[in-house]
């Protein structure tokens, strides 16, 4: 599939090919070729926004066909990843002749019996949502955002603590509260003087970032990943150093924050001029980290 009249990405490298996918920063090819051939256990996260069903002009993929069409994907990376690795997954569902299609639902139960261990549900909660044009309903202001995990997954919940809301003076009062913990009535309690211990307060799963409306330079992704979604789920899911890969690269978004994060990341994108994009931008952030750079700005392949 090439819409746009490249031709069609070149195949994986019969070796090497974990170590060209980090060099390009993304590479331009078909990860349905790509992830298979991934070495097994190398991979630290596995961070995505896939095509949704029948959104965007450059994939179109029937709801009723959107978890046969996934699973080959996950099972590839499944094999791919660590031990203590995660697959998250940004996706949304749609409205087909007037109600809520399953297919996201339905993905989510296919990929537990894949063999994926189902971590948490995040909301991603979009402040400048974009109005809607079904009724009658209100604006989609949220996605989903699923962890996955092949087992016990890697998650430094001190990387994404953000600073507390309560008052300074009632911080220092509750840390010389002697008493013991308060129980409630239904059986919940705390210490008040380990309320704040950790310094920062735990985020929850509820994550408020604004869309990103084709700012980058280039030719701009009709879908671009907030870069503030990208930075928590890599923070929290990936150790320093750890190897990081979107499958659908996009316009580098997921390459870039990890570069910026200290993470060595990889991406694949079946868009010739996306890829292109992409490499500008990592170009543009490595340059600026003085880091090495990517692979020059070539026609990928």
Do not use: C
Request: glycine share 8%; proline share 9%.
């Amino acid at each position: 599939m090439d819409v746009r009249g490249i031709d069609r990405p070149p195949k994986p490298p019969e070796s090497g090919v974990l170590d060209r996918l980090l060099a390009d920063g993304v590479t331009w090819g078909d990860a349905r070729e790509w992830l298979p051939a991934i070495p097994e256990s190398t991979i630290d996260l596995f961070f995505m926004s896939p095509p949704y069903a029948n959104l965007r002009d450059y994939a179109r993929i029937d709801p009723d066909e959107y978890v046969e069409w996934f699973l080959p994907f996950a099972g590839a990376m499944l094999s791919a990843l660590k031990p203590s690795g995660s697959f998250v997954l940004n996706i949304k569902d749609r409205v087909v002749n007037g109600e809520r299609h399953p297919y996201v639902y339905e993905l989510v139960l296919a990929l537990r019996r894949q063999g994926w261990r189902w971590v948490e549900t995040y909301i991603w909660v979009k402040p400048n949502a974009i109005p809607g044009r079904f009724g009658p309903r209100t604006k989609d202001s949220w996605e989903y955002v699923y962890w996955f995990a092949k087992g016990k997954p890697f998650f430094d919940v001190e990387a994404i603590r953000v600073p507390y809301r309560t008052a300074s003076g009632e911080r220092a009062r509750r840390e010389l509260d002697p008493s013991p913990r308060r129980n409630t009535a239904a059986g919940h309690g705390r210490k008040r003087s380990q309320t704040f211990r950790h310094g920062a307060a735990d985020p929850g799963n509820v994550i408020t970032v604004p869309l990103t409306y084709n700012q980058h330079y280039g030719v701009a992704h009709t879908a671009a990943m907030p870069e503030p979604l990208a930075e928590f789920f890599i923070k929290a899911g990936s150790p320093e150093g750890g190897v990081v890969i979107d499958p659908f690269a996009g316009g580098g978004t997921t390459s870039v924050v990890a570069t910026r994060l200290g993470r060595r990341p990889g991406g694949v994108e079946l868009h010739h001029d996306h890829v292109m994009e992409a490499r500008r931008r990592l170009a543009a952030v490595q340059l600026q980290l003085d880091v090495p750079p990517v692979a020059e700005l070539r026609r990928a392949g």
